[in-house]
């Protein structure tokens, strides 16, 4: 079963622009992260954000948990072309087991 | 830099017929996943391993699908009968626990299954 649901759905920006993609979960959380998944791939990790942690920076990628809410955001700053991939947030939870439960996605077009 | 392999990239299949995938993970990494993602959804775990033991197979369709990692390192996910519904991918992921980043899977490139 999936935790909860991104928003929006699908997203289609200029390059340059900034993209930002919202992810609400359901449970209490361990941390909380985000992946990339290419068209028919398999995904890649970008960013791991921990409970006690509100924001963090990792290149483009700027990533915000708010607990209180169950929601968190990821922003892609001057987006580019190959940014182009659908986005997922994934929750694991306080038992700490390790298993990662996924969003539906964010599909992500970027145009040139 | 090492991955996660698996194999066959490709699957295409009758219903009531045998499948089997194969993953290897990163040497090291003593937590083996095994998820499945339909098209257009986020991917769903069906199993995980903790070196040989099985940690968690609560959504695993027992009548059906089986996985098995015998020596803690490589696994095998099998489906008999496969059924109509079973077309997705089947991703396997790694990770390696009590490291720095041990929440961290490192996902391989699937293995995309089409049942006719």
């Known amino acids: 079963s999936q935790q909860g649901e991104e928003d929006p759905q699908a997203l289609s920006i200029q390059e340059g622009e900034n993209a930002t993609m919202n992810c609400s979960y359901k449970t209490s959380i361990n941390n909380l992260q985000w992946y990339r998944q290419n068209s028919g791939r398999g995904l890649v990790h970008l960013i791991l954000i921990r409970s006690n942690e509100r924001e963090k920076h990792s290149g483009r990628l700027r990533v915000t948990l708010d607990t209180s809410k169950k929601s968190s955001s990821l922003l892609i700053t001057a987006s580019r072309a190959a940014d182009t991939a659908s986005y997922f947030c994934?929750?694991?939870?306080?038992?700490?087991?390790?298993?990662?439960?996924f969003g539906q996605g964010t599909t992500l077009q970027v145009k040139p | 830099e090492a991955e996660v392999a698996q194999s066959p990239r490709y699957k295409i299949t009758e219903k009531s017929q045998a499948v089997a995938f194969w993953c290897d993970p990163i040497s090291g990494h003593a937590t083996l996943y095994w998820y499945r993602q339909i098209l257009g959804q986020g991917p769903e775990l069906l199993v995980q391993?903790?070196?040989?033991?099985?940690?968690?197979d609560s959504q695993l369709p027992k009548d059906r699908f089986s996985a098995e990692r015998l020596k803690g390192v490589d696994s095998t996910l099998k489906i008999q009968p496969a059924e109509l519904g079973d077309s997705a991918m089947y991703l396997c992921?790694?990770?390696?626990?009590?490291?720095?980043?041990?929440?961290?899977?490192?996902f391989g490139p699937g293995t995309r299954l089409l049942v006719l």
């Open positions: 994934a929750t694991v939870s306080s038992s700490n087991t390790g298993k990662l439960i």
């Open positions: 391993f903790q070196d040989e033991s099985v940690v968690d």
């Open positions: 992921a790694s990770s390696r626990p009590g490291g720095p980043k041990q929440e961290t899977q490192y």
